[in-house]
């Protein structure tokens, strides 16, 4: 079975399954404790978290584990705003993850407020003279994620930064499919705010980090025992912070995936648009501003839950989007969102490859794509 569904979550990487075990066994102590066991642990995360510092290129001191990406994100939207509402008013787009839209409507619903969406175009970017335009201050937040989880599409977030900088605005990135494809470090960025998840890169699901600067006001979700500067409490999940780190440091480096990813999926890309007329590339065109290992389609006059089913009875797994919309029988919001009739819309089809996807692969996947439209179509 061929698995190109990277973009829904990852293996875990033998090597981070081996630094977990010893923080799951042996050495079950609380980091919070003051005892040898306890002390070990904290000395345990305390390394996790310098080692994830140092792939973001940042202080120790603006990290915070959490459970993932949504988490983060929650954490991240509700907890700036909380804390500094300022005029009340955010901007987003409507393609952000449902982590991010549901926040928003939360803030709209009990806290009042206002919602500015930036318009986007047929390949998912955001109107640059648009947010321009909205940035004052009266503006508590702009969160904008820096990869589009279904169709690829890179926002430039630290353009995006410099705009938010100048009004003097906290920007907020879900930087979560984005991680080992693209410059993810703060210094880059320029960001106020980062969020991470740890299974999208080899770490184990329930491990997540939020990047918050030093200058950043936040207002805590969890309560309790003050853990993570008092910004995250309870017991800290030392095995899966251990884990995070040791994926993030068995990461090649970015720009080398990147490149090879980038042949794979253009190639890919290529031959599919070339031999099958009903599919429609949506997102960017390859190579501008657009994830390495994402190919999202529309499959005119087709049923995109059936094609992938057929594609899964050929033996390649991928999906019609979000993971985490999945099972419902509503088209992507995103789609929608670029202007994709709803019909069209219902006919997506997503393969995201991983760092170890291969051309062979990506040739194995075209045959059994051809396969499935020939008997879907005939």
Not at 36 to 51: N, S
Not at 109 to 129: C, N, P, S
Not at 188 to 204: D, I, N
């Amino acid at each position: 079975m061929l698995y190109l569904d990277h973009a829904a979550t990852t293996r875990v990487l033998p090597e981070v399954l081996q630094a977990a075990w010893p923080w799951l066994t042996e050495e079950y102590g609380n980091p919070n404790s003051t005892h040898e066991l306890g002390l070990r642990a904290a000395g345990a995360l305390d390394w996790a978290r310098g080692q994830v510092a140092d792939f973001l290129g940042c202080r120790a001191g603006e990290i915070v584990f959490t459970s993932g990406g949504t988490e983060s994100n929650n954490l991240a939207i509700k907890g700036i705003a909380l804390a500094n509402p300022r005029g009340k008013k955010i901007i987003s787009a409507k393609t952000e993850h449902e982590s991010v839209l549901q926040c928003l409507e939360f803030l709209q619903r009990v806290h009042g407020f206002e919602i500015l969406w930036l318009k986007v175009d047929i390949t998912g970017a955001v109107d640059l003279a648009q947010l321009e335009g909205a940035l004052s201050p009266e503006v508590t937040l702009v969160t904008l994620m820096t990869a589009n989880n279904e169709v690829g599409t890179l926002h430039p977030i630290a353009q995006i930064a410099q705009l938010c900088k100048a009004a003097k605005v906290p920007l907020h990135t879900d930087a979560v499919q984005a991680t080992g494809w693209v410059d993810s470090t703060v210094a880059t960025l320029g960001v106020s705010a980062l969020s991470l998840s740890g299974h999208k890169f080899g770490a184990p699901k329930g491990i997540g980090l939020l990047y918050l600067s030093g200058k950043t006001a936040v207002e805590p979700l969890i309560h309790g025992g003050g853990q993570e500067f008092e910004l995250r409490s309870g017991t800290q999940n030392v095995a899966w912070a251990v884990a995070l780190a040791t994926a993030l440091n068995s990461l090649e480096p970015q720009q080398t995936a990147a490149t090879r990813a980038t042949a794979v999926t253009t190639t890919f890309i290529d031959a599919v648009l070339a031999r099958f007329p009903q599919a429609k590339l949506t997102g960017p065109v390859p190579g501008i501003s657009r994830h390495p290992a994402i190919a999202s389609f529309t499959f005119e006059g087709l049923n995109g839950e059936t094609l992938l089913l057929e594609l899964e009875n050929n033996g390649v797994i991928c999906s019609s989007g979000s993971a985490c919309a999945a099972g419902s029988t509503d088209p992507s919001h995103v789609l929608l969102a670029m202007g994709i009739p709803e019909d069209l819309a219902q006919t997506s089809v997503r393969f995201s490859f991983g760092h170890q996807t291969t051309m062979e692969d990506s040739q194995t996947a075209l045959a059994a794509l051809e396969a499935a439209l020939s008997k879907l179509t005939n």
